[in-house]
């Protein structure tokens, strides 16, 4: 008749024997429990440093010192006018003037003044722009052949006569260089003298010798920014 009691002994011996057992069960679980809470909170702050990563540059340099020398630096350079062609002499030269001089135009078997200068050149070489500028005017005349006007502004606006073929169109914006067309032999009043280009320059539409913006003397001061 002791079964009945010995159930409750049973039980209570099993506990008293696998007490450590429990316990080791008990604290692997607790110990498994604090890993893997510890393991979840570190992968959460892992996120925090990204965030600051793209601002590090700012942490060392709070006024972002090391961005000045991308500012834009603008100083005054001297941009000097430059000969329309590689020319190999000059032909009839500039011969209007307070002087008033009078040249011989062979072509034409008179003496009269020459308002421009003629740049002697091989016939088809580049004609360039001697300054930035637009192009006004594109045409044919009998004393300026195929002509280029450009003003270059500032008052300054140059014709270059004699021309071949011509690249630009009139309204166009060409820069300092550019090509505008190539030496011909179009003047009907200049043919004799060959292949060159008829330079007339006036600057506040008063005519001048183009020699000193042929010589690259005459500049503009401009303000060139530099990044
Ligand atoms: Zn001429």
């Not at 099993?14 to 679980?29: D, P, S």
Request: proline share 6%; net charge negative.
């Amino acid at each position: 008749m002791n079964s009945n009691s010995k159930q409750p002994n049973k039980f209570t011996r099993f506990l008293r024997n696998n007490a450590a057992l429990l316990l080791l069960i008990f604290c692997v679980l607790a110990i498994a429990a604090v890993v893997l809470a510890v393991t979840l909170t570190r992968d959460n702050p892992a996120v925090v440093p990204d965030g600051p990563v793209a601002g590090t540059p700012d942490d060392n340099n709070p006024d972002n010192k090391p961005d000045e020398p991308d500012k834009p630096i603008t100083q005054k350079v001297d941009v000097y006018f430059q000969s329309p062609v590689k020319h190999t002499g000059i032909g009839l030269g500039y011969t209007f003037g307070p002087n008033d001089l009078f040249t011989f135009k062979s072509s034409l078997n008179e003496w009269s003044t020459h308002k421009a200068l003629d740049l002697q050149a091989e016939e088809g070489a580049e004609v360039a722009a001697m300054y930035d500028g637009t192009v006004v005017d594109v045409g044919k005349s009998f004393l300026k052949g195929n002509y280029v006007v450009v003003d270059h502004g500032e008052g300054v606006v140059a014709t270059y006569g004699s021309l071949g073929d011509i690249e630009v169109t009139k309204g166009q914006t060409v820069a300092r260089g550019q090509t505008l067309g190539y030496v011909g032999i179009t003047a009907e009043s200049e043919y004799r003298e060959g292949a060159h280009v008829h330079l007339e320059v006036t600057a506040n539409n008063i005519t001048v010798d183009p020699t000193p913006y042929v010589n690259g003397e005459v500049f503009r001061t401009v303000e060139v920014t530099e990044q």
